[in-house]
């Protein structure tokens, strides 16, 4: 099965009270639009267990990530289906910035490292990723860079995702 590139992301998961702290902003944002899109419409997806990553640090974003995506694409009119009968197949990634700096995590995953943090930031990347179910290959790919002066508490991280995933998955056809 062919290889697929994710950029990672860094919020640090743990609350913090600092409501004079702006909340995280994003920066460059790439995405990968598809050459040609042969899939019928509604367009059928599946989140498949095995492409769905997040640090150790970062785990605590993967669902509230995960059900913006699923949102989204519903709202597009894609249907979830199971993993055999799906179009595509649903690929996230989600890391800090000493993941995104981790050799080995790079190798894991087949991509090069992403850009490092500088001092006194918390920087890295969220991906979304579309894989052909029947090839393996990444048909269409977004990813953003994002930075925060502080840690993001649980019950913000739902409305932030809500926004990056439709910034991210805006140009998808519906």
């Known amino acids: 099965m062919r290889r697929f590139a994710l950029l990672l992301f860094p919020l640090p998961l743990t609350a913090c009270s600092s409501p004079a702290l702006p909340p995280p902003t994003s920066g460059s944002m790439v995405v990968r639009p598809a050459p040609s899109w042969p899939y019928a419409t509604p367009v059928r997806y599946a989140m498949a267990e095995q492409f769905q990553y997040a640090g150790p640090r970062t785990e605590g974003w993967l669902l509230p990530v995960q059900q913006a995506v699923e949102q989204s694409l519903q709202g597009k009119g894609w249907q979830a289906t199971p993993i055999a009968e799906a179009d595509l197949w649903v690929a996230i990634g989600v890391a800090d910035a000493t993941e995104v700096q981790n050799g080995e995590l790079f190798r894991r995953l087949g991509m090069a490292p992403g850009l490092a943090a500088p001092a006194g930031h918390k920087m890295g990347s969220l991906a979304v ?46």
């Open 129 to 174: 990723v579309l894989l052909d179910r029947q090839s393996g290959a990444a048909v269409w790919s977004a990813s953003l860079q994002l930075e925060t002066a502080r840690a993001v508490p649980e019950d913000e991280r739902g409305a932030l995702s809500q926004r990056w995933i439709a910034s991210l998955l805006q140009s998808l056809p519906r």
